[in-house]
């Protein structure tokens, strides 16, 4: 059973709940996290969620978006999550932080505090196929267009971290 760490609107811990309870109608605001992978080309790793998600299954997202343990820094988190979803890990930086609410047709929703990491990786990328259906490497600029052409084909946090960090400065546009 895997808890999720639950939260006050100023993300302080006010208990735990089992992970699929959590998500469940409204969803409970707890503690969340998302990766944003680059490599040295200035491209960023977009993975597609399996079909066996119980939220926005084979639907786009970033390299990596999980819950941290209790005790667990959002680093930690990101580090372990990408090596058990991609097969390998890399240092990850805390950028920025948001909350969202977003429902998932009748079955549940994501409330979350989400941490925005960021990190650089160039080598081979192992997928494990209970949580990645696919991946690929796109420049931001095609991102975010597809993301214009097809907005129902991402992950709603995703896009909210995306234009956050462009907004701030924090990734580039054209490389």
Not at 4 to 30: C, F, S, T
Request: with cysteine.
């Amino acid at each position: 059973m895997i808890n999720l760490v639950l939260v006050d609107e100023n993300d302080n811990q006010i208990g735990v709940k089992e992970k699929v309870a959590a998500h469940l109608g409204d969803g409970d605001l707890h503690r969340a996290f998302s990766t944003l992978i680059f490599n040295d080309k200035g491209e960023t790793l977009v993975t597609q969620r399996s079909a066996g998600k119980m939220l926005w299954p084979l639907v786009w997202d970033s390299a990596c978006a999980s819950h941290p343990f209790e005790n667990e820094t959002q680093e930690a988190a990101g580090e372990r999550r990408l090596t058990e979803e991609l097969g390998f890990t890399c240092k990850l930086e805390n950028v920025d932080s948001f909350q969202y609410h977003e429902k998932y047709k009748d079955i549940g929703a994501e409330n979350e505090i989400c941490a925005i990491l960021t990190g650089n990786y160039n080598g081979e990328v192992k997928p494990v196929v209970e949580e990645v259906a696919d991946y690929k490497w796109m420049s931001v600029k095609d991102i975010q267009n597809d993301m214009a052409d097809n907005p129902d084909k991402y992950t709603i946090w995703f896009k909210l971290e995306l234009d956050r960090l462009i907004a701030k400065g924090h990734i580039k546009t054209e490389y």
